[in-house]
Nanobody, 125 residues
């Protein structure tokens, strides 16, 4: 079983940047497709980006394309999300996630998705 821990959230002004990190405290991320999701107040948790085991296929939700970049370093057992040109609508709790069946299963949030505890990102002036 993999256990995930996010870091890097905080308060940032519109137009600013943050870098989120996801570390596996237990398990090996190379066995999993990985991704980021977010949940705004009063809303469901939604897909932001996914990355396959060897980083060959990356997907983003339309609203973050060109602004966010997902990456992973299997040797360091880490995944990252670079957030640029942040907008107030990006305010949410951001969750790191993993699924052993692949990125398609992760985007669908199928059973056996592994979740981190979340990190708050607030974009406000």
């Amino acid at each position: 079983q993999i256990q995930l821990v996010e870091s890097g959230g905080g308060l940032v002004q519109p137009g600013g940047s943050l870098r989120l990190a996801c570390a596996a405290s237990v398990g090996t991320i190379s066995d999993y497709a990985m991704g980021w999701f977010r949940q705004a107040p009063g809303s469901e948790r939604v897909f932001v980006a996914t990355i396959t085991r060897n980083s060959d296929i990356i997907r983003y939700t339309d609203s973050v394309k060109g602004r966010f970049t997902i990456s992973r370093d299997n040797a360091k057992n880490m995944m990252y999300l670079q957030l640029n040109s942040l907008k107030p609508d990006d305010t949410a709790v951001y969750y790191c996630a993993a699924h052993s069946d692949g990125a398609w299963a992760l985007r669908a949030q199928l059973m056996n998705t592994k979740w981190g505890q979340g990190t708050q990102v607030t974009v406000s002036s």
